[in-house]
């Protein structure tokens, strides 16, 4: 992308190496060297070292600096190349956030965001920022008379750096960085690593929209040999297939490998106990909304009400695509379902039994505690077991859509989809004659055109009986109803979702 005519292009030398260091926008102040990754400060016209900056690890993104593309602003495309990076480290795992050129020497940032992607420009707050602790996670709160809802509030720190900077915070010194959604999917953040604080306003996008060039060849995949390595804890060979990968578990040991922060030396794994099963095999192929998904991850949940002692399992296979990212195939005692992460937030306040999402009205049905048992495969974020939620699920008037909400440590995640058919799930991965295995309690029982055998007819009398006794002995009583008094004892419930 060519310079604005507008915009001073400045360049002088390292003065740590006497390399060159560039300076497209007016708004970069720092920069790392290229060569001798110093830290550099541009004052005036004199460039200054200030320290040497952590290289960045190698993180597999599909971008890098000089790729360039554009995105859509005010109802037109606006051109952008990225010429920095930072990479953070948080409770959550790790991200980027790309420093975007624009034609008018303003900078815009592009952060990868679970598999996608979010662009944001600066914005004005309309009012003081208050101090991070005032944005509770799950809170509203309106911004230029719009609401958004706190989604995220988070312990983070910057590990590594390269290219031109707008500001830079202290390497390795956590700060705290809040984010907020409004149910038309904008994505609002404050960094709190700078005085004062940065904000920002945006929202997501697909990479292929931003019809991006200079992207690093094998864009979607994985390069084999770089991420081939020998498992931590048993030293059996593991192979990443996707670029977005931030843990896996090991084929032999099935320990859980924590790959945030790269393949190195100081590389995590943690073993797992309890194997389950998967239904559908990992690398299966699926056909959902006319692509074709491969299944690339698995996890085993378990929920209980609070109060209550009987637990409840549920499955989660994750999906991927290379043009469309992650959805998750939800598979439940009673049915299945077909959810994404949701851009935005609905309108809620925790404890309501409805809400809405995209013009469409859901009724609170369950709320549960909820914890992560078992994982195989590949994640887009450094699963663990043991990682515990606090889940409600919503469903829509017709029954067959569906929301859920996960509240974890810091973080409030929105899933959205609609439930399918066993039948469908089966013909999907060409399963049809295993369609048996696939059926689940919201299929109505299959009663025999051929009658009813002597069998079927005792067992209806034994259970009339049953009933009858039951009901002699509660008519003696007084003051008591039947309620539903375990939600475990209906079987399981469909998560949703919340997939971080």
Not at 36 to 61: H, N, P, W
Not at 470 to 475: A, E, M
Request: proline residues 5%; glycine residues 12%; hydrophobic residues 35%.
């Amino acid at each position: 992308m060519a310079d604005s005519a507008t915009q001073r292009y400045y360049s002088a030398p390292c003065p740590g190496c006497g390399a060159p260091v560039e300076f497209k926008s007016a708004q970069s102040i720092y920069a790392v060297c290229p060569y001798c990754q110093s830290t550099i400060v541009r004052e005036g016209e004199v460039l200054k070292r200030i320290g040497k900056m952590a290289e960045v690890f190698e993180d597999y993104s599909p971008l890098q600096l000089g790729a360039s593309g554009s995105m859509p602003f005010d109802g037109k495309q606006v051109p952008f190349m990225l010429v920095g990076r930072a990479q953070y480290k948080g409770e959550q795992g790790s991200w980027n956030e790309w420093n975007a050129f624009l034609p008018d020497g303003s900078l815009a940032t592009l952060s990868e965001d679970n598999g996608n992607f979010v662009f944001t420009r600066g914005a004005p707050l309309g009012r003081e920022v208050p101090a991070a602790d005032r944005f509770r996670v799950g809170m509203s709160t309106a911004v230029g008379g719009k609401q958004f809802s706190v989604s995220t509030n988070l312990t983070a720190s910057m590990v590594a750096a390269q290219g031109e900077l707008p500001q830079l915070s202290k390497l390795g010194e956590p700060f705290t960085v809040v984010e907020l959604r409004s149910d038309d999917g904008e994505v609002l953040t404050i960094d709190y690593g700078t005085t004062p604080p940065q904000v920002q306003r945006g929202f997501a996008v697909k990479i292929e929209a931003l019809q991006m060039k200079g992207l690093k060849d094998g864009a979607s995949v994985k390069d084999e040999k770089s991420r081939q390595f020998n498992c931590p804890n048993c030293g059996a060979p593991v192979k990443v297939e996707l670029s977005t990968t931030q843990s896996c578990t090991c084929p032999s040991c099935k320990s859980i490998i924590d790959l945030s922060t790269g393949i190195g030396g100081e590389m995590r794994s943690a073993a797992q106990d309890e194997p389950v099963a998967p239904l559908i095999a990992l690398g299966s192929i699926g056909d959902f909304e006319g692509a074709k998904w491969q299944v690339v991850g698995f996890q085993h949940r378990m929920g209980v009400e609070p109060g209550d002692d009987e637990w409840f399992g549920w499955d989660e296979y994750l999906l991927y695509h290379a043009k469309r990212g992650f959805i998750f195939l939800v598979d439940s005692t009673d049915g299945w379902s077909l959810v994404r992460p949701a851009t935005g937030a609905p309108k809620y306040n925790r404890g309501a039994t409805s809400t809405s999402y995209l013009g469409t009205n859901y009724k609170l049905q369950y709320s549960y505690n909820a914890e992560t048992n078992y994982v195989l495969g590949e994640f887009y974020w450094p699963v663990q077991s043991g990682q515990t939620t606090f889940n409600s699920d919503f469903e829509s008037s017709s029954g067959k859509g569906i929301l859920s909400r996960e509240e974890g440590k810091g973080e409030v995640t929105w899933s959205h989809g609609e439930r399918l058919d066993a039948k469908a799930v089966a013909d999907a991965f060409k399963m049809g004659d295993k369609l048996n295995k696939f059926r689940r309690e919201d299929a109505a029982p299959v009663i025999s055109t051929k009658g009813i055998g002597c069998g079927t007819v005792i067992l209806f009398l034994v259970v009339i009986f049953v009933i009858l006794i039951i009901l002699s002995t509660c008519s003696g009583s007084s003051g008591s109803s039947g309620s539903r008094s375990s939600g475990g004892s209906y079987g399981g419930y469909s998560s949703g979702g919340g997939h971080k």
